[in-house]
C-alpha cells in the first residue's frame, strides 16, 4: 500500500478526496489544525470506511511536527490542501493569510526535501485567473489576483514552480472551479464556519428556511440571463480528479497546473432553479449589485485534464444539488 499525506484533510475537498484514496487502496495520513474543520469529521470518516483514521493533530506550519510525520511514515506524496481559504476574511487579515498559506507550503517544501519525498499536488483555485480572462479559460492564460487570497495561490503556484527547477519535485497544481455537493454516505460534506458567502450553502439555507431568500449579486452580467456563470463541479468529480492526478504523477514527471472543471458555465439562476427542482422547496431570491471583485462568467477548458490525467468530471448539475439537498436536510444547522 502506497502512504500519501494529506495536509487539511478534515477540511472539505481534502475528507472527499481522503475516501476515494481509501477505496483506490492508498494509505492515506491526514494532518490537520482543526482551524476550520471539526473533529467529528474522523469518526465520519472512520464510520465510512470501516477503519480507523490515520490522523496527526498539528500545523503544517511547525516543522518539527511536520518532519515528524513525513519522516516516520517515509511518505512520497503529498497532497496539500490545507490553507485558509475565506476570500472576506483575506481581505480583513491579508498576513494571517500568507503567513499561513505561503509559509507552510515552504514549510511542507522544505520537509519533503529534507526527506526525498519529491510528489505534490497541491491544491490551486481557479481564482489565479483573476478578473479579465476570456472563457473557457486555459491553463496558459494570464494569471492575476483580486484579493490576498488569490495573491496567496499565486504566490504558491510559483514557488512550486520555480523550486520545481532545480530539484526533483515532481508536481502538479490543480486549479479547482467551485466544488459543490457531497458524498453519497451524506456522513461528511460542504460545512461553512463563520459567515457562509458561497452561492451553494446559500441556496441550501434558503432552501431548508434558515434564511428568507437568496441574495444575488449582480443580474446584469454579459451573461444569458444576466446571473453570474461559475463551473460548478461535484465534491466527488474533485475527488476522483486528484486520484487520477497521483497515478499520473507517481509514473512521470508532470510539472504543470491543470483545471479540475466541468467545461460548463451555469448561472446562479440555473443553480437555484436546479434546486428547487431537487427539493421540491420554493427558493425566494433577490437582486443585489455585484459583489466586488466578481467576474461575470469563468469556467474551465477542460483540455488538459482529460489530456494528461485522463479524468473528466462525470456528474452534472442535478446531481450536485440532490447531494447538496440530501447533506442539508441531514444537517439544517451544520454540522
Ligand atoms: P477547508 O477549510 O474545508 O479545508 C482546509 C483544511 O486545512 C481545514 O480542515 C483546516 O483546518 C486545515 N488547515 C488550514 N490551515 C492549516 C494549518 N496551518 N495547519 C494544519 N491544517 C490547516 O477548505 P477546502 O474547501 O477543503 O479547500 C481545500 C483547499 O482547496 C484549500 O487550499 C483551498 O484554498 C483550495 N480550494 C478550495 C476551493 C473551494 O471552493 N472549496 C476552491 C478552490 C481551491
Ligand atoms: C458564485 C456566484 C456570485 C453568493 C469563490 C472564491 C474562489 C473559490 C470558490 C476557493 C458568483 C454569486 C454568491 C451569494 C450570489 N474558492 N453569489 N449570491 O466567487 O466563484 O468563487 O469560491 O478557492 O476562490 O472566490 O464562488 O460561490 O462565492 O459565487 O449571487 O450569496 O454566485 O456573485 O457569481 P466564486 P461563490
Given at each position: 500500500m502506497s502512504k500519501v499525506l494529506i495536509t487539511g484533510g478534515a477540511g472539505y475537498v481534502g475528507s472527499h478526496t481522503y475516501l476515494s484514496l481509501i477505496d483506490a487502496g492508498y494509505e492515506p495520513i491526514i494532518v490537520d489544525n482543526f482551524s476550520n474543520s471539526k473533529e467529528k469529521v474522523l469518526q465520519s470518516l472512520s464510520k465510512i470506511t470501516k477503519e480507523k483514521v490515520n490522523f496527526k493533530e498539528g500545523d503544517i506550519c511547525d516543522y518539527h511536527f511536520l518532519n515528524s510525520v513525513i519522516k516516520k511514515n517515509s511518505i512520497s506524496s503529498v497532497m496539500h490542501f490545507a490553507a485558509l481559504k475565506s476570500v472576506e476574511d483575506s481581505i480583513n487579515n491579508p498576513l494571517l493569510y500568507y503567513k499561513n498559506n505561503v509559509e507552510g507550503l515552504i514549510n511542507l517544501l522544505k520537509t519533503m526535501n529534507d526527506n526525498g519525498c519529491n510528489?505534490?499536488?497541491f491544491s490551486s483555485s481557479a481564482c489565479v485567473y483573476g478578473i479579465s480572462s476570456d472563457v473557457p479559460v486555459k491553463e496558459n492564460s494570464n494569471k492575476d489576483f483580486v484579493n490576498p487570497y488569490g495573491h496567496t495561490k499565486i504566490i504558491c503556484e510559483d514557488i512550486i514552480k520555480n523550486i520545481s527547477l532545480n530539484s526533483e519535485l515532481n508536481f502538479i497544481n490543480l486549479r479547482y472551479f467551485n466544488p459543490i455537493g457531497c458524498h453519497e454516505s451524506e456522513e461528511i460534506g460542504e460545512d461553512p464556519k463563520g459567515?457562509?458567502?458561497?452561492?451553494?450553502?446559500?441556496?441550501?439555507?434558503?432552501?431548508?428556511?434558515?434564511?428568507?431568500?437568496?441574495?444575488i449579486f449582480g443580474n446584469n452580467y454579459d451573461t444569458r440571463d444576466g446571473t453570474g456563470v461559475r463551473d460548478f463541479i461535484h465534491i466527488m468529480d474533485i475527488a476522483e480528479g486528484h486520484l487520477a492526478a497521483l497515478d499520473i504523477i507517481k509514473k512521470e514527471k508532470v510539472n504543470c497546473a491543470i483545471n479540475l472543471g466541468t467545461g460548463k458555465g451555469i448561472s446562479v439562476l440555473e443553480v437555484i432553479n436546479a434546486y428547487q427542482k431537487v427539493s421540491e422547496k420554493k427558493i425566494r431570491y433577490e437582486f443585489f449589485p455585484e459583489r466586488k471583485g466578481d467576474i461575470g462568467e469563468i469556467y474551465a477548458d477542460v483540455t488538459l485534464a482529460k489530456k494528461k490525467l485522463k479524468w473528466q468530471a462525470r456528474r452534472d448539475i442535478i446531481d450536485m444539488c440532490q447531494s447538496s439537498w440530501a447533506w442539508k436536510k441531514r444537517n439544517?444547522?451544520?454540522y
Open positions: 510528489k505534490l499536488i459567515k457562509i458567502s458561497n452561492l451553494m450553502p446559500c441556496v441550501a439555507d434558503t432552501a431548508i428556511g434558515n434564511q428568507p431568500f437568496v441574495k439544517p444547522y451544520g
